[in-house]
């Protein structure tokens, strides 16, 4: 059985740094991707960023320069550097993973993100 577990979140000031990380164990093949969604209250989940098996990575607009994806492959975990955090980045904070040519999805139950101005 694949399970991703979250850890990491929590509340902070605007301004502040946290370091999400995300733990894959199972039995779990050919990981195409890993990465971070988020969703805020009230609004649908959205990507925040992914890391490919090759080592690219894609960001949301409104992370970009401020959040880092890094991935190690040996272990199977993501994490998630989040820098200069605004109130707007509230959210419970999900990780994924792709397999199967990006056919499937695995998900975590999610880590709770609280940014305070």
């Known amino acids: 059985q694949v399970k991703l577990v979250e850890s990491g979140g929590g509340l902070v000031q605007a301004g502040e740094s946290l370091r999400l990380s995300c733990a894959v164990s199972g039995r779990i093949v050919n990981i195409n991707a890993m990465g971070w969604y988020r969703q805020a209250p009230g609004k649908q989940r959205e990507l925040v960023a992914r890391i490919f098996s090759g080592g690219s990575a894609n960001y949301a607009d409104s992370v970009r320069g401020r959040f880092t994806i890094s991935r190690d492959n040996a272990k199977n975990t993501v994490h998630l550097q989040m820098n200069s955090l605004k109130p707007e980045d509230t959210a419970v904070y999900y990780c994924?993973?792709?397999?199967?040519?990006?056919?499937?999805?695995?998900w975590g139950n999610g880590t709770l993100v609280t940014v305070s101005s």
């Open positions: 994924n993973t792709k397999v199967a040519a990006f056919t499937l999805d695995y």
